[in-house]
């Protein structure tokens, strides 16, 4: 049956749908747990949060369901800070900015390297939990943290952007993999190369398929049920949807944020500008007028824009912000996560009535 895939029977969920992590507070535990009590996987994202908001995400979501839910971190390498002065092109860039938004120019050149929390102490929180699945993103964690979580019975995933990417994920023992197309919304899970560009996630669903046997979770562009038969029939074993649910009421993105996603005004683009790290966000001022700069390296550059960003929120720049949105974002409706996962259902019960 259509529904019934090895990633169903591997997690123990009804539907192939995956509700996709997103940080910044948008899949929240109540979102998470809407999803999985209606027989999907909701995915907390926890990424950039500490071992206590940790254990207080997952407890929360465990308190408001008992079906499998998943959780999402961060597995990258660590960082150093670049040697950057004021006649570097990554700086330069950056002044005009400082200057039309009146931002003390000395912040540029007083980084300290990001507090980004530690993934071991992250992982020892989430193994004093009851979590049953936990999903990496940016790269693959060491050895013997996917030894530590499986011996715990966690089911492990982690996220490719390229088939050699997948093949390596398979490797290193990981129970499934998540194939993010470069259509995908936000972050590009890439770490072989920079991600900036490779196939969409159908392309990619086909070009892996062959190469690895673990399930595979397709993710990128897809907005409804229709999608998800179509990615389930070339080879997916379930589909994880992140821009369908930014818009749903749960995520509670902020205001000026859903204007620009609902405008359907502009495209989505690649761009490493606001983080380091390339993404997909809306193609507006900031993203067009940086491309031809090169930008410090991931988390870096996050630094030097977060008071762009913070200034251009407070004062209402929006065209400054950084607004995540998968390709297909012009295809989101505002509703509630149940609304929409009901959606997903119906329409994949029909497509299995043929
Ligand atoms: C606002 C936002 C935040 C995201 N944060 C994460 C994250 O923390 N971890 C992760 O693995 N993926 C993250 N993603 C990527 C999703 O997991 C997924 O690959 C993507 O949303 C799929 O494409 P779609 O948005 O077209 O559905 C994020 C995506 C968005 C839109």
Redesign the pocket.
């Known amino acids: 049956m259509l529904t019934n895939t090895s990633f169903t029977e591997l997690v123990g969920i009804q539907w192939p749908i995956v509700q996709?992590?997103?940080?910044?507070g948008?899949s929240s535990p109540e979102m998470v747990a809407i999803v999985s009590n209606l027989g999907g996987l909701g995915t907390l994202?926890l990424?950039n949060l500490t071992p206590e908001q940790i254990k207080q995400q997952c407890n929360q979501t465990l308190s408001l369901t008992d079906k499998p839910f998943a959780i999402?971190l961060?597995a990258r390498q660590k960082q150093t800070i670049p040697s950057l002065n004021k006649n570097s092109e990554e700086i330069k860039a950056l002044i005009p900015y400082y200057q039309q938004l009146e931002i003390d120019e000395s912040v540029l050149f007083n980084q300290k390297i990001a507090n980004l929390p530690d993934l071991n102490l992250q992982i020892d929180a989430i193994l004093n939990t009851e979590v049953p699945i936990v999903?990496?993103?940016f790269d693959i964690p060491s050895p013997d943290i996917v030894e530590k979580l499986k011996q715990s019975g966690k089911i492990v995933i982690a996220?490719a952007t390229s088939t050699d990417e997948a093949k390596l994920v398979q490797n290193e023992g990981f129970d499934a993999v998540?194939l993010?197309g470069s259509?995908?919304?936000?972050?590009r899970?890439s770490f072989l190369t920079d991600g900036n560009g490779g196939p969409e996630t159908q392309l990619l669903l086909k070009q892996t398929k062959q190469a690895v046997s673990i399930p595979i979770i397709s993710?990128?562009?897809?907005?409804n049920g229709q999608q998800i038969v179509q990615h389930i029939s070339n080879g997916a074993d379930a589909c994880?949807?992140?821009?369908?649910y930014?818009f749903t009421d749960e995520a509670k993105v902020e205001s000026y944020y859903l204007e620009a996603l609902l405008q359907h005004q502009v495209e989505t683009c690649l761009s490493d500008s606001f983080t380091g790290k390339y993404a997909?966000v809306l193609n507006n001022r900031f993203a067009k007028e940086m491309k031809p700069y090169r930008a410090a390296s991931f988390p870096y550059q996050g630094q030097l824009t977060s008071s762009i960003r913070s200034k251009a929120a407070d004062i209402g720049r929006y065209e400054y912000l950084p607004f995540?949105?998968?390709?297909?974002?012009s295809l989101g409706r505002r509703q509630t996560a149940a609304s929409l996962t009901k959606t997903l259902i119906d329409e994949l019960k029909f497509s299995m009535s043929y």
């Open positions: 996709a992590p997103m940080v910044g948008y994202a990424g999402n961060f999903t990496f993103t996220t998540i993010q259509n995908a919304g936000g972050h899970a993710s990128g562009g897809i907005m994880q949807l992140g821009t369908a930014l997909r995540w949105a998968g390709a297909s974002y």
